[in-house]
């Protein structure tokens, strides 16, 4: 079955440029989720999305937006980026109205490393 | 790498009974396992964590066991309250920053 497919899987950037990641949630999948995870840290929630409207807001910087498309696609965009964005970045999605089925599903993330 | 097997997938129980959710692990390095909680359009939310060094900790009704030898860790809710329905989430972590998630519980508690 396809999963929720992140991109890219690995990003390198210098300090004060400007990121762009991609996640593709399962298809009919209608909610996505953003979370940060540092080195041995936990995740931590960042944006999430139902039906391509911002459902709920965590720590997310203000350096930071995201958006959901028609095609339930989303895009976390950073910009002026520093050195402690330096982490990986789950993207997770699910069906909200059917989620007691189906819970949600994790992407393998994108390690954004910035130097 | 690391993977979490994360049973059942489903449970449902009445209210004032107690629930538990097992999970186990394959990378021996993993040392830090947290339980996430998410209801309905939300965010998954910390609940409680245990690392390597605690075998059990507790917080009011939720508990959670860790057995290093066998790699299996356990949440567990006592006193069951509808509100207490949602979707659980266990993972666990290494000092690396990798965290690998199990698949989830969905936790039904019947008035």
């Known amino acids: 079955a396809a999963g929720v497919i992140q991109s890219p899987r690995h990003l390198i950037k210098e300090k004060r440029e400007t990121a762009t990641l991609k996640c593709y949630p399962i298809?009919?999948?209608?909610?996505v989720y953003w979370y940060q995870q540092g080195p041995g840290q936990d995740p931590q929630f960042l944006i999430s999305f139902y039906e391509k409207m911002q459902s709920d807001k965590g720590s997310i910087p203000d350096r930071f937006s995201a958006q959901q498309f028609s095609d339930y696609h989303s895009e976390l965009n950073m910009s002026s980026l520093e050195l402690g964005d330096s982490a990986l970045y789950f993207c997770?999605?699910?069906?909200?109205?059917?989620?007691?089925?189906?819970?949600?599903?994790f992407g393998s993330g994108t390690r954004l490393t910035v130097v | 790498g690391e993977n979490v097997e994360q049973h059942p997938s489903t449970l449902s129980v009445q209210e004032g009974d107690s629930a538990v959710i097992k999970c186990t692990y394959s990378?021996?390095?993993?040392?830090?396992f947290p339980w996430y909680k998410q209801e309905l359009g939300k965010r998954p939310q910390l609940i409680i964590d245990i690392r390597s060094n605690v075998g059990e900790k507790k917080d009011q009704r939720i508990a959670v066991t860790l057995n290093k030898t066998a790699k299996h860790f356990s949440l567990h809710i006592t006193e069951t309250q509808p509100e207490d329905s949602a979707v659980y989430f266990c993972?666990?972590?290494?000092?690396?920053?990798?965290?690998?998630f199990g698949d989830g519980t969905t936790l039904t508690v019947k008035p």
């Open positions: 298809p009919r999948h209608d909610t």
């Open positions: 993972a666990a972590s290494t000092n690396a920053g990798k965290s690998t």
């Open positions: 990378d021996s390095a993993s040392n830090y």
């Open positions: 997770a999605s699910s069906y909200a109205l059917r989620y007691r089925e189906y819970g949600y599903t």
